[in-house]
């Protein structure tokens, strides 16, 4: 009797639509943005306290790409898993603590595959303690054997329900094995396939689910071939599809071409190019827009449907009455409860019960009766435009001296800083900085002081692009 009454106490508090601690942070996130994107599309503070990211928890990567935006002292630190473990655990504390529980949070740094598995899952293991929803980064050039040794643990069972990655595909990307300097995107789908096609494998041989992202780094070389990437790769198996227009920033020998003569509405024009419709950006926003555009939706067969119309004033009163009735982030949460506390939520507002059936009739009717046939695939397209490091340093400094920049490109950057979607923790100094700010002004010296502290122990692994032993 007592078991029965503590499990529906349990479920009641699982399917609860609101959390009080979630509640507070989204609050006290909120109050912390810049007017100017207090705006009813803004996420932040409403549906999440933002992205996170690691920093100097494993610097080392065995690839050249050009840009890279890890500083030039990265390759002199050794790999480490006591050091990596204990950093992310203190990061990922400090951000429970400031940002509350069921955030995501990216494991980044150089290359997340040089770490052995069985600490890359301890690294995991620590994000997932502390209610994180952790997302490896990689440049995806690793073997099955890998995969299945980070999942599956030596007593053979699944470490960890569902395995996230970032991989990394692009022309900019120099070392990786039977295609060190690829010419053309077209040249990289087979590697892009079998990248999947990991992840498949380990579904179905283990029952490990997977969410996958595309990451491909944006030039004025390789602006012209993202729409033939999106239409080759849409169906390959990745969720998501992010952009990230290159940047002068990291290690200064590593930068080619102008980078700033493609502008953002040029690389969003391409990616609608190739996902075959308008993708409207203004219905929800992650930070502020010149950072960040971001289009969710669904392919049936070949064609994308966007689930919001930012243009059609039903579909945002559809978005807020489920800001109204839904406050709680619903990522990752199994199905069933989703549905429960979904179902409480709009018992408890039916105008807004009412707004969010007629916008569903609306999808249903975009997606047409091919959905029957084909089934949807969730995805999720993605700009992010990091910012260049002298601008940041500038503008950083006078943001922290309380002062706001007279020249409009500086006076931006402040702007775009204060409203930073991605954030990174120093639970020594007790603050979140933006990645803008960890890759333009801290990194250069914290990557020379964990060289110092974990220095390469041969001189012939010391050597920039010599590949790592790997298991
Ligand atoms: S400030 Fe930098 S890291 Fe933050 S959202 Fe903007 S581009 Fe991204």
């Given at each position: 009797m007592r078991s029965l009454i503590s499990t529906l106490c349990r479920l009641e508090r699982e399917t609860r639509p609101t959390d009080p601690e979630v509640s507070a942070a989204l609050a006290r996130r909120y109050a912390e943005l810049p007017t100017h994107v207090r705006t009813p599309a803004q996420l932040i503070g409403r549906r999440t306290a933002g992205c996170e990211g690691t920093h100097g928890v494993f610097p080392r990567c065995d690839f050249a790409c050009?840009?890279?935006?890890?500083?030039?002292?990265?390759?002199?630190?050794?790999?480490?898993?006591a050091h990596t473990v204990g950093e992310v655990d203190?990061?990922?504390?400090?951000?429970?603590?400031?940002?509350?529980?069921?955030?995501?949070?990216?494991?980044?740094?150089?290359?997340?595959s040089l770490l052995p598995p069985e600490d890359h899952a301890a690294a995991l293991t620590a994000m997932w303690r502390h209610d994180r929803v952790p997302m490896s980064f990689t440049h995806?050039?690793?073997?099955?054997?890998?995969?299945?040794?980070?999942?599956?643990?030596?007593?053979?069972?699944?470490?960890?329900?569902?395995l996230s990655f970032a991989a990394h595909f692009d022309t900019t990307m120099r070392g990786r094995r039977g295609l060190n300097r690829p010419e053309h995107e077209g040249d990289l789908h087979e590697h892009r396939r079998r990248f999947c096609a990991m992840f498949e494998r380990l579904e179905h041989e283990h029952g490990v689910r997977s969410y996958l992202a595309h990451n491909m780094t944006v030039t004025p070389k390789n602006v012209g071939e993202i729409a033939a990437v999106i239409r080759d790769c849409h169906a390959m198996g990745f969720r998501m599809f992010s952009f990230q227009p290159a940047a002068y920033v990291g290690d200064?020998?590593?930068?080619?071409?102008?980078?700033?003569?493609?502008?953002?509405?040029?690389?969003?024009a391409e990616i609608e190019r190739g996902a075959g419709v308008r993708l409207p950006f203004r219905a929800l926003q992650m930070g502020d827009e010149r950072c960040n555009r971001t289009t969710w939706g669904v392919y049936v067969g070949n064609r994308y449907v966007p689930i919001l119309d930012d243009l059609d004033p039903r579909d945002l009163a559809a978005r807020d009455a489920f800001f109204r009735a839904a406050p709680r982030p619903f990522a990752f949460a199994p199905r069933p409860?989703?549905?429960?506390?979904?179902?409480?939520?709009?018992?408890?507002?039916?105008?807004?019960?009412?707004?969010?059936?007629?916008?569903?009739?609306r999808f249903?009717?975009?997606?047409?009766?091919?959905?029957?046939?084909?089934?949807?695939?969730?995805?999720?397209?993605?700009?992010?435009?990091?910012?260049?490091a002298a601008d940041v340093r500038e503008a950083w400094q006078l943001t922290r001296a309380g002062r706001t920049s007279d020249d409009p490109r500086i006076a931006?950057?402040?702007?775009?800083?204060?409203?930073?979607?991605?954030?990174?923790?120093?639970?020594?100094?007790?603050?979140i900085v933006p990645a803008c700010v960890q890759h333009s002004v801290l990194d250069p010296n914290e990557t020379r002081v964990l060289a110092d502290l974990l220095p390469i122990r041969s001189?012939?692994?010391?050597?920039?692009?010599?590949?790592?032993?790997?298991?």
């Open positions: 050009r840009p890279c935006y890890h500083s030039k002292t990265a390759n002199r630190v050794r790999v480490d898993g203190a990061q990922m504390a400090y951000l429970r603590a400031r940002r509350g529980p069921g955030q995501f949070a990216q494991l980044i740094g150089g290359e997340v995806g050039d690793f073997d099955y054997e890998y995969l299945e040794r980070l999942a599956v643990g030596p007593d053979g069972r699944p470490r960890f329900p569902l200064q020998a590593r930068w080619a071409d102008d980078f700033r003569s493609i502008g953002a509405d040029e690389v969003w409860i989703v549905a429960a506390r979904l179902a409480r939520a709009f018992g408890r507002h039916p105008r807004d019960a009412a707004t969010g059936l007629a916008f569903g009739a249903a009717r975009r997606l047409g009766t091919d959905a029957l046939r084909h089934g949807v695939r969730p995805v999720t397209f993605v700009m992010h435009r990091f910012m260049d931006e950057t402040q702007e775009r800083l204060a409203a930073c979607a991605y954030g990174m923790a120093h639970p020594d100094r007790d603050e001189r012939r692994a010391a050597a920039d692009g010599t590949r790592p032993r790997r298991v």
